[in-house]
């Protein structure tokens, strides 16, 4: 199947943890993303690479650290977790320049 | 920054009814998209239609860029299109910005 797989589905961990989210496309797109999703279903960018090279930042605090091996792979690693971060990740991609945009299935991440 | 107004926040239909929900931004853009995301948090695009008319199926979409908005149209509307419908663009950031969605809920 051609899509966007991310992992975990769920994530539930404790205050100052650090844990990481993992993402990848079989699509052949160039560019992907990370969006939060918060208890209200608000959706908002916090990061995009096009390439393997970081193109958007999204004033996200700097325990927020993505990283991408290669244009088809893009994780997510949160330190000192918060109970602020608690939120739905969703992982994304598409063709720089626009083209329809390609979600996962989420990551719901739970910090008690 | 750009703003994106959806509306209605809310829409409840009864099946076989056909509804319309809105989108306005702010700004110049250079891409739209919409988007449902169904009762178990799947995000699904439905269209890329940065001008003009499309159509799939029950649903179709227009925007007129020009005039900063977009509109996206079901008819015979079934229980499963139940979900939050998201309108997003892009004003030549490279990035999308959601609207804060339509919560549609369709009762048989």
């Known amino acids: 199947d051609t899509a966007v797989s991310q992992t975990p589905k769920y994530l539930v961990t404790q205050m100052g943890n650090d844990k990481s989210i993992k993402c990848e496309q079989n699509l052949g797109h160039d560019t992907m993303y990370w969006y939060k999703q918060d208890s209200k279903k608000f959706l908002k960018i916090m990061f995009s690479?096009?390439?393997?090279?970081?193109?958007i930042n999204e004033t996200v605090p700097n325990r927020f650290s993505p990283k991408s091996p290669d244009k088809a792979h893009l994780n997510l690693h949160i330190n000192s977790l918060e109970l602020g971060d608690s939120a739905v990740y969703f992982c994304a991609s598409s063709f720089r320049g626009g083209s329809p945009l390609h979600f996962g299935n989420g990551t719901r991440l739970t910090v008690t | 920054g750009i703003q994106v107004e959806q509306s209605p926040p809310d829409l409840i239909l009864q099946e076989g009814a056909n509804s319309t929900l809105r989108c306005n931004f702010s700004d110049s853009v250079n891409n739209l998209q919409w988007f449902h995301q169904n009762p178990w948090g799947q995000l699904i695009n439905l269209f890329y239609?940065?001008?003009g008319t499309k159509q799939n199926g029950r649903l179709s979409a227009t925007t007129v860029a020009t005039e900063r908005y977009s509109l996206l149209y079901i008819s015979s509307s079934q229980t499963t299109d139940s979900g939050v419908y998201f309108c997003?663009?892009?004003?030549?950031?490279?990035?999308?910005?959601f609207g804060t969605g339509t919560r549609l809920q369709v009762f048989p």
């Open positions: 239609i940065p001008s």
């Open positions: 690479y096009n390439n393997k090279e970081l193109i």
């Open positions: 997003a663009v892009d004003p030549n950031t490279d990035k999308l910005i």
